[in-house]
């Protein structure tokens, strides 16, 4: 059955409701029959270059849903099923994963950074696949890595840091993901896909940054990167500068007197004169400022002072 999944994957998208049905039928006697087979094939479907995009895709989909659900019994369910799989399968289907993070087809590197995240959040908790983080950051730092390589390794450990606790990286880990990331903002990355993914995965990483942001040369240089990024020639890494740097508001509110006026002159310009997208993301962020500046005077703190109703537009 396993060589036959590529014609019912692409028979589950017709728009046939006849042929619809018996697909998604053989899909599911498939999987009740032998799930760890079932999510092997999926994943050799993903990871091959040659089938149609369409059925990559949706294997992916599939495989990813196969391991996650927003019921929590179900998502229980889902994870101790993939842990009493055979370690060799796993491995392969890991493998594979990794592999179409460097497929030229961009659907497919995008869902295996999906998948890869969702794995990631049954197995790292529990210590399992110690070595994923190394693997994605070898790929960052290897010499002439391809672009898309890079986009779509930093969108997995964005979306890894999404499905993970602060509590299951080390600091090392931490610091070494935070540099990538970073790295990967910087203008001298020529490829706009890799800067908007290195800033959205900032964003996704912040909860795991409060070392880094305790430390004054760390922290000045995150927000020398993300202030930069804001002024990007490209609206949608504009876009995500500002998010991320909404979020830094509501993380972090008490150690940004320094970068007041700066963010101010950033915000206030884009305000002004950006697209949409890019102001409402600039108005969010003293959005977070206020709310943070009036927990703290609840509490009776005073830590920025009066920025809040003197700067917003």
């Not at 050799?44 to 019921?71: C, F, H, M, Q, Y």
């Amino acid at each position: 059955m396993a060589m036959e999944i590529t014609q019912f994957l692409l028979a589950a998208q017709s728009a046939d409701a006849r042929i619809r049905t018996e697909a998604e039928a053989n899909l599911r006697q498939f999987q009740e029959q032998n799930v760890p087979s079932f999510l092997l094939s999926l994943s050799v479907e993903l990871a091959n270059n040659e089938k149609p995009t369409e059925s990559r895709t949706l294997a992916g989909i599939v495989l990813k849903n196969s391991l996650d659900a927003k019921d929590a019994v179900t998502k229980e369910h889902l994870a101790r099923q993939w842990m009493a799989i055979d370690i060799s399968i796993i491995s392969q289907i890991k493998d594979l994963l990794l592999r179409t993070l460097g497929s030229p087809v961009s659907e497919a590197r995008h869902t295996s950074a999906q998948v890869i995240a969702k794995i990631a959040s049954i197995d790292i908790p529990r210590k399992q696949w110690t070595g994923l983080i190394g693997s994605l950051l070898n790929n960052m730092t290897q010499r002439d890595s391809p672009a898309g390589l890079k986009q779509s390794t930093l969108e997995t450990l964005g979306y890894v840091c999404e499905e993970i606790s602060h509590q299951d990286l080390g600091q090392d880990e931490v610091n070494n993901v935070l540099t990538a990331v970073v790295q990967g903002m910087n203008l001298a990355e020529n490829s706009p896909d890799v800067r908007l993914a290195a800033t959205r995965a900032l964003c996704n990483a912040l909860e795991f940054a409060q070392t880094n942001f305790e430390n004054e040369m760390e922290r000045n240089y995150i927000m020398k990167m993300v202030c930069e990024t804001a002024l990007s020639k490209e609206v949608d890494i504009r876009q995500a500068a500002f998010e991320c740097l909404a979020s830094i508001a509501s993380r972090y509110y008490v150690v940004l007197e320094p970068y007041m006026q700066a963010l101010f002159e950033l915000t206030s310009n884009a305000v002004k004169g950006d697209e949409e997208a890019v102001a409402l993301q600039a108005i969010q962020f003293w959005s977070s400022i206020c709310d943070e500046e009036i927990e703290l005077q609840e509490f009776g703190v005073v830590r920025v002072g009066t920025l809040c109703h003197i700067h917003v537009l």
